[in-house]
């Protein structure tokens, strides 16, 4: 063993084998039952060798391979019964001192043992990797061993047999040494990225597998640098991870139980009523009418969320709710998406313009990362775990990443099966979407529906969709431009600190963003709302029957569980574990702002004007009911033979059965010629039916 090793030995032997005798007999009994096949490793705690002794724990984080190897030497000498040899065995520790991040590495902490902190990017195949690799010299025949790093591969150029300079070899692979590895991505945690800075981490032995892409965690290891590659001046840092440890809770970077007392008060509205102070905590440069304010509040019972719990078969009722923003030019929709995403504990940012499927959701790619051809990418969905993801242009997202995304927002949940990878990925994810209308801003002849630039599959996921227009009234672009000068202008005097600090809290939301990011927390982590009165959840129940009776296809049964999940988030506002009439009744009017945006809401849909299976579908109940009068119609008309289209047309607009729009029914008598139902003549005037 090196100086090193000898005297951390000659000093610490004796007590690194009473530390593991009297703190892991658990540990090392099932050490034994399960090695070699089964586990290799005995992982200790940092903390129990501080316990134990401060200068023993500095040497395991300054010289943490000679301290490792002591520990090895430990785990071989202390009695274990004559049929257990864990000379092979190995030594690993976990949670040196507080994490860090991944901005924070510096140069100091090479070679030393630490603990970072983050969230899975990306993750290679799991497959073998070379060790000591055992050569064939094809001059001399003999065979000689080389030893593997862990990162990088050695190479030798020359046979290393005495006396021969040989420079031909073959690898003896039967000979050769391997061990299971994966190489890790680390990056940091979305919400608090402001670069792209990543760490690679090998797992070796027991640890592959321990991780999945999306995953956050902790991982203790010791930090290397690529100095050996002389052609970077400016050397990538890696790490050997020793263990991984995945967070058990969802929010360990907020501090939030120190706060419960503040939380409290504002749930109580001691500072006013809770949920105008979110309101106006959300982007608060962005004014506007009542529809701006239940947009807002429609955010706000997003980030603090319905809650997500099982069936007796199996299945789970799911608590996120997924939010879509269409909106003109110059409305405030990217703003209050950037705002959504600051504030929410967990969130991910994607723009859907020349976005992957794999920085959406997440998708196996074939790179060069690690030794293998493939590997797993987490995108903004999967990062966004139990939190928010915002997509700001969806109305770009390709196709590919558009599939992956109907499954992520169906199933909370992706499925990976290929090139070695074998992975399924939780998305627990809230969606906030904001995109265009169809031609950059809505018109008024054509149904809201038809220009919200969506594929009906995809905005049939979402619980609420808004329209946001920029409309040309005298006193509301006065309102706007007023405040939009005015913040413009306390804004700059405040940097220029030119202003009292009374009036620079007019510039400011109404709960600072950090104690809002933790209230939120708090609230997600510790209350599960429920309609515990039989009797509110009959008047709800029977409101949702009478509300179809009165309009037909007006509302659906998705939408009575949109109502539940943006219930319970009003409870949880309260931090309340009882959902009340005025929960429930507020979820209700958000629901009602969005119909009424759509055009589903009644009066409209009374006129035949559209419904909800038009939202869903992209067939509403006039779309349904043209297609079965046209065709008796064209064969009415024309008494068998052809008719004229500008006489079917006509007469169809005439029709209270049908409601349709020129363009709409002349659609409907295209499809039926491209289909094979109907043939026109040469010149597109005249239609028959086949």
């Known amino acids: ?18 530390l593991l005798r009297d703190y892991y007999q658990d540990e090392l009994a099932e050490l034994y039952s399960k090695f070699p096949n089964e586990q290799s490793t005995l992982t200790v705690e940092w903390s129990d060798i501080l316990r134990k002794d401060m200068e023993l724990a500095d040497y395991a984080a300054v010289k943490p391979d000679a301290t490792q190897r002591c520990f090895e030497k430990a785990l071989a000498d202390i009695d274990k019964g004559p049929d257990i040899d864990l000379s092979d065995a190995h030594v690993q520790f976990k949670d040196v001192e507080q994490p860090l991040t991944i901005p924070e590495l510096k140069g100091d902490d090479v070679g030393n043992l630490i603990t970072v902190r983050g969230q899975v990017a990306k993750a290679s195949a799991i497959k073998p990797r070379l060790t000591k690799a055992t050569l064939r010299c094809d001059s001399c025949g003999g065979n000689f061993e080389v030893h593997q790093p862990v990162h990088g591969m050695n190479k030798p150029n020359r046979c290393l047999i005495t006396d021969c300079n040989g420079q031909s070899f073959e690898p003896v692979f039967e000979e050769s040494e391997f061990v299971e590895h994966q190489l890790i991505r680390l990056k940091e945690m979305p919400e608090d990225a402001d670069g792209d800075e990543y760490l690679d981490i090998h797992l070796r032995r027991d640890l592959p597998g321990s991780v999945k892409a999306g995953d956050r965690v902790d991982i203790t290891g010791v930090l290397q640098t690529d100095f050996d590659d002389f052609e970077k001046v400016i050397p990538d840092f890696w790490m050997d991870a020793h263990a991984v440890q995945t967070h058990e809770t969802d929010y360990e970077d907020l501090d939030v139980n120190s706060q419960k007392e503040e939380f409290e008060a504002i749930a109580n509205g001691e500072y006013g009523n809770p949920y105008e102070l ?17 947009v807002k509040l429609a955010i706000a019972l997003q980030l603090f969320g319905g809650w997500r719990r099982p069936y007796g078969d199996g299945r789970y009722v799911r608590g996120d709710s997924h939010i879509g923003i269409i909106g003109e030019a110059g409305t405030g929709k990217s703003s209050l998406l950037e705002a959504a995403e600051k504030i929410s504990p967990r969130s991910g940012f994607v723009s859907g ?8 959701t997440a998708a196996a790619v074939r790179d060069d990362f690690g030794d293998t051809e493939w590997s797993l990418e987490a995108g903004a969905v999967v990062k966004a775990h139990k939190g928010l993801c915002c997509i700001d242009e969806i109305d770009k997202v390709d196709d590919k990443a558009l599939s992956s995304l109907h499954t992520a927002l169906e199933k909370q949940r992706l499925e990976f099966n290929k090139a070695g990878i074998d992975a399924s990925l939780r998305c627990e994810t809230s969606i906030l979407g904001a995109g265009n209308p169809t031609n950059g801003e809505f018109i008024d002849d054509v149904g809201v529906i038809e ?19 920029d409309d040309e009234v005298y006193e509301k672009d006065k309102q706007i431009s007023d405040h939009q000068l005015k913040m413009r202008q306390l804004s700059g005097l405040v940097e220029r600190g030119d202003v009292e600090p009374e009036e620079a809290d007019l510039i400011s939301p109404e709960i600072p963003i950090e104690t809002l990011r933790a209230y939120i927390a708090y609230a997600r982590e510790n209350v599960r709302p429920v309609i515990e009165d039989d009797e509110l959840n009959e008047e709800l129940a029977d409101w949702f ?38 929960d429930i009744e507020r979820a209700k009017s958000i629901l009602k702002r969005f119909l009424k945006d759509l055009e589903i809401w009644y009066p409209q849909n009374q006129d035949g004007q559209t419904d909800v299976t038009h939202l869903e579908t992209g067939v509403d109940q006039g779309d349904r009911e043209m297609a079965r009068t046209i ?6 008309l024309g008494d068998g033979e052809r008719v004229e289209i500008d006489e079917v047309v006509r007469v169809a607009q005439e029709s209270e059965r049908i409601n349709k729009p020129e363009r709409k029914i002349r659609k409907e008598i295209r499809n039926m010629i491209d289909d094979g139902r109907a043939t026109t003549d040469m010149t597109d005037d005249e239609v028959r039916l086949l």
């Open 1 to 18: 063993m090196s100086g090193t090793v000898d005297r951390i030995w000659s000093q610490y032997g004796y007590d690194i084998e009473d």
């Open 631 to 636: 065709p008796g119609l064209i064969e009415t």
């Open 451 to 469: 220009q919200l630039n969506m594929e009906p599959p995809l905005r049939s996921r979402f619980d609420l969709i808004f329209t946001l227009r």
């Open 545 to 582: 029957a009478t509300e179809r009776s009165n309009a037909s296809k007006s509302i659906n049964r998705r939408m009575l569980e949109g109502i539940a999940r943006l219930s319970e988030a009003s409870a949880r506002v309260r931090l309340s574990e009882t959902v009340n009439e005025n």
């Open 353 to 360: 313009k020349n976005a992957s499927q794999a920085g959406v």
């Open 278 to 294: 979110l309101i106006d905590s959300i982007a608060p440069s962005i004014t506007g009418d009542d529809k701006i304010r239940t």
